[in-house]
Nanobody, 123 residues
Framework: VQLQASGGGSVQTGAYLTLSCAAPGRAFTTYAMGWFRQAPGQGRRFVATIDWSGRSTEYADSVKGRFTISRDNIKNTVYLQMNSLKPEDTANYYC?????????????????WGQGTLVTVSS
């Protein structure tokens, strides 16, 4: 499964961006999906996850209330709507497909990864 993330960019504090992650094939609809981010000099960290059906989601505390993860299993795409962006949201954002159907917050639950898409938030 190849995942293709897009939608990153450079914005100012308070702006919004929507990231997209396209994944081909039937396998996408049976996996939980997630977004992680990696800032310079830091490890890859969990941001958000959504179960296979789209009915259940979980978020990192740092993004709760500002970010929304969603999916369209017909289009084989998962989204991350990011509102009220802050400089500390600056990172490479990665989408991933988990090995389970339910929400997954741990890095080692993910099997397939897309390339990163860079989000830069300036103050």
């Amino acid at each position: 499964v190849q995942l293709q993330a897009s939608g990153g960019g450079s914005v100012q504090t308070g702006a919004y961006l929507t990231l997209s992650c396209a994944a081909p094939g039937r396998a996408f609809t049976t996996y939980a999906m997630g977004w992680f981010r990696q800032a310079p000099g830091q490890g890859r960290r969990f941001v958000a996850t959504i179960d296979w059906s789209g009915r259940s989601t979980e978020y990192a505390d740092s993004v709760k209330g500002r970010f929304t993860i969603s999916r369209d299993n017909i289009k084989n795409t998962v989204y991350l709507q990011m509102n009220s962006l802050k400089p500390e949201d600056t990172a490479n954002y990665y989408c991933a497909a988990a090995s389970v159907a339910s929400t997954a917050t741990r890095l080692n639950q993910y099997v397939y990864w897309g390339q990163g898409t860079l989000v830069t938030v300036s103050s």
